[in-house]
């Protein structure tokens, strides 16, 4: 089933709204087993009548949102009725309701607003509780050779329940009794970039049927999905599993903070973060957890050389001999905040962020992270990430937090 | 000039990822006085192939995203090579960038990347600081009727050095010498929400001619941003600056926190931090400024009560009366961060972040706000942000760093 998306707004592509429709229905088509083949934006206005007519053709089903208010650039129902041949009609079930909702806000009914109760001969109404402008279902018309047609409105408040109560069941009928939904798998893999993973697995999945890869590549972690025929993505994910076990954060996708959080509430322990380079993300991102508290009590960021000896105990004499971004400053930052804090582990950095700040022995991107955990030796190494300071920083986050599961679950961090 | 904008990426249709570009590109434009006209994203693979045989004809300049990277379905390169007749050549430059980025980092090389080096003969390569892919630009050819077409990386921290450094450059030399720009100008506003805004200034504006408004409100800002003929533009920025001189945090698009730290700087003062349910997130927002370690030393992160008594020397008694998330617990918090830093002035949070822990007198969204400086009385307020968790900390993060920059400007804070 060929489906697409067309969203009309003008605002969308002068950048004054980020366009969030694309991800909500591919996220929630992908539930049904559909996918978006195509997505357009375009402005307010004619531009509807050209998409249309190229998408008509190749489509089953067409998802439009926007254009449907009351403005003069608001066409899509006229463009719509005209192109398959049918009649605007006034519903006065929708005309009552705008009206009502006019009065229970103390507005003032105008004439444009009436345009929104206007429906093409045929459409099934969408009723919109969050809004004016009912959304229109129209059919397949073989006659005109139209697919089917779904006009939803912009607004995400008034687009988001209509397509979940209205548009979703309809979709289910579309597809017909006993539709089969694909089966997948997403892993989230850390300390392998997307490249080595593709030349490591794809000769070995290239044998397994029915059965598609999809890689997405973020700063430092990689989301490997397998979708497919239900037998085929167990296959590729025993092979996955076999070659990645340590590097798979989780066969879902949730994030590595909520793996970590998850891990320290499980066993009862806390940790406790000493950020320099970081600047407090390490702390800030374990604290995006909802229920972090229990595992999360303090945490010190220490960018002076003075705060990293005072709050943490880091000897001046270590600064003052290997530098503040050393293995040794970094360890004694680690030790210094288990030392300090009740936690059971202490993450410590201590780096370059850039752009300034570097030097031929430790250029912009170099960082030392230390990891101290009650009864075990200090862990502390050097790494060097150079790309931009923002991305520095996040990179470091999910290296540190990557180091720290790996150490919960007893897996080598080296 | 028709200007059209291709995405290309699975991910973006499946839904794991937002698509930023559209917007991006948008905004950036406009500055040239450009559209976009349409917009279309598509899945990795083949369909980039009709999506551009069908753009060819009716444009002037595509910018294509993504399709650049090393994986079997990243192909864009290819198919545009073969829509133009063209030979893909190994360019020996771009291979041994690649290689370098790989011994620098220390990653093993893999043939997969080297298809990242191959090159459409005629194309401009465009240099990637922030990655192994290299954007393509392939001038308009009349002989095969393709446009101007650039091709670029999906990453936007590669995407956007590239298109501010070589990309928008290429297009002020495609639009032509003596080509007139629109005048423009961004305010940056913190306090007045977007309608508040449009319902004072629309009226005082409505009388100047060749004048387009725009706005764009995110979490805690405002940004407005006039554009049109210069004369319009100065005699309507004379307008803001009168009706909201202190709610104005500058006329750029230079973020928050980089005003804050340009003003400390000025004044060779410091800033020191006591986060709760912010989480650090403040102290990372300021060091997210390049050279912010001479403005800030330490910042502390008291999640804990014992923390905020331990670290911040808030009374027990104090937290164990008025509870942690109190002004007086953020009044002692601003105080005791003062007192224990070498700073000039402190910021302390303390609030409910959510989803849980809120009570009918202090609900989720709940936050106090402290501020203190040197020789100066503490401040401190309530204020309610009912909002999910992530959104809170962003939004008070904003409003702690308007505070002392109204604090360091001598504005009121109230």
């Given at each position: 089933m060929r489906l697409e998306v067309v969203n009309t707004g003008t605002e969308l592509l002068l950048g004054k709204v980020i366009n969030t429709h694309a991800a909500y229905f591919g996220q929630e088509l992908f539930k049904l087993g559909l996918r978006i083949q195509r997505q357009t934006t375009i402005p307010d206005g004619i531009d509807i009548r050209s998409v249309l007519s190229e998408a008509f053709p190749r489509c089953d089903v067409i998802l439009v949102t926007g254009g449907l208010g009351p403005t003069s650039d608001d066409i899509t129902r006229e463009v719509v009725a005209e192109m398959l041949g049918r009649e605007l009609?006034?519903?006065?079930?929708?005309?009552?309701?705008?009206?009502?909702?006019?009065?229970?806000?103390g507005l003032r009914q105008n004439l444009l607003n009436d345009r929104q109760a206007m429906v093409p001969e045929g459409a099934v109404v969408l009723e919109n509780p969050h809004g004016t402008a009912p959304g229109l279902y129209l059919p397949a018309d073989e006659t005109v050779g139209s697919p089917h047609l779904f006009l939803l409105p912009g607004p995400p408040r008034e687009l988001k329940p209509m397509f979940r109560d209205l548009v979703q069941p309809a979709l289910i009928r579309i597809l017909g009794e006993g539709a089969e939904l694909p089966a997948w798998r997403n892993f989230r893999i850390y300390g392998v970039g997307e490249s080595a993973l593709a030349s490591t697995l794809?000769?070995?999945?290239?044998?397994?049927?029915?059965?598609?890869?999809?890689y997405c590549a973020?700063?430092?972690?990689?989301?490997?999905?397998?979708i497919g025929e239900g037998d085929s993505v167990e296959a590729a994910s025993a092979i996955v599993r076999r070659e990645f076990?340590?590097?798979?954060?989780?066969?879902?996708?949730?994030?590595i903070e909520e793996v970590v959080v998850g891990l320290l509430t499980d066993r009862g322990e806390a940790v406790a973060t000493a950020e320099s380079c970081t600047g407090g993300l390490i702390a800030?991102?374990?604290?995006?957890?909802?229920?972090?508290s229990v595992v999360f009590h303090r945490g010190y960021v220490t960018y002076s050389n003075e705060a990293k000896s005072i709050l943490l105990g880091v000897p001046e004499e270590v600064i003052a001999a290997h530098g503040a971004v050393s293995e040794e400053t970094v360890k004694a930052m680690a030790a210094g905040c288990l030392e300090a804090s009740d936690a059971d582990h202490a993450i410590a950095v201590s780096g370059i962020a850039g752009p300034g700040g570097g030097s031929e022995e430790k250029p912009a991107g170099t960082v030392y992270v230390g990891i101290a955990s009650r009864g075990r030796e200090v862990f502390a190494k050097r790494y060097f990430y150079p790309v931009d300071r923002i991305s520095f920083k996040q990179r470091v986050v999910r290296l540190v937090l990557d180091l720290l599961r790996r150490r919960i679950r007893g897996i080598p961090l080296d």
């Amino acid at each position: 089933m060929r489906l697409e998306v067309v969203n009309t707004g003008t605002e969308l592509l002068l950048g004054k709204v980020i366009n969030t429709h694309a991800a909500y229905f591919g996220q929630e088509l992908f539930k049904l087993g559909l996918r978006i083949q195509r997505q357009t934006t375009i402005p307010d206005g004619i531009d509807i009548r050209s998409v249309l007519s190229e998408a008509f053709p190749r489509c089953d089903v067409i998802l439009v949102t926007g254009g449907l208010g009351p403005t003069s650039d608001d066409i899509t129902r006229e463009v719509v009725a005209e192109m398959l041949g049918r009649e605007l009609q006034l519903d006065e079930a929708i005309l009552a309701t705008i009206r009502e909702m006019f009065r229970v806000r103390g507005l003032r009914q105008n004439l444009l607003n009436d345009r929104q109760a206007m429906v093409p001969e045929g459409a099934v109404v969408l009723e919109n509780p969050h809004g004016t402008a009912p959304g229109l279902y129209l059919p397949a018309d073989e006659t005109v050779g139209s697919p089917h047609l779904f006009l939803l409105p912009g607004p995400p408040r008034e687009l988001k329940p209509m397509f979940r109560d209205l548009v979703q069941p309809a979709l289910i009928r579309i597809l017909g009794e006993g539709a089969e939904l694909p089966a997948w798998r997403n892993f989230r893999i850390y300390g392998v970039g997307e490249s080595a993973l593709a030349s490591t697995l794809e000769p070995l999945l290239s044998g397994i049927e029915s059965l598609e890869l999809g890689y997405c590549a973020r700063l430092g972690e990689v989301d490997l999905r397998l979708i497919g025929e239900g037998d085929s993505v167990e296959a590729a994910s025993a092979i996955v599993r076999r070659e990645f076990a340590d590097q798979i954060v989780v066969e879902s996708e949730t994030s590595i903070e909520e793996v970590v959080v998850g891990l320290l509430t499980d066993r009862g322990e806390a940790v406790a973060t000493a950020e320099s380079c970081t600047g407090g993300l390490i702390a800030s991102t374990i604290t995006d957890v909802p229920g972090s508290s229990v595992v999360f009590h303090r945490g010190y960021v220490t960018y002076s050389n003075e705060a990293k000896s005072i709050l943490l105990g880091v000897p001046e004499e270590v600064i003052a001999a290997h530098g503040a971004v050393s293995e040794e400053t970094v360890k004694a930052m680690a030790a210094g905040c288990l030392e300090a804090s009740d936690a059971d582990h202490a993450i410590a950095v201590s780096g370059i962020a850039g752009p300034g700040g570097g030097s031929e022995e430790k250029p912009a991107g170099t960082v030392y992270v230390g990891i101290a955990s009650r009864g075990r030796e200090v862990f502390a190494k050097r790494y060097f990430y150079p790309v931009d300071r923002i991305s520095f920083k996040q990179r470091v986050v999910r290296l540190v937090l990557d180091l720290l599961r790996r150490r919960i679950r007893g897996i080598p961090l080296d």
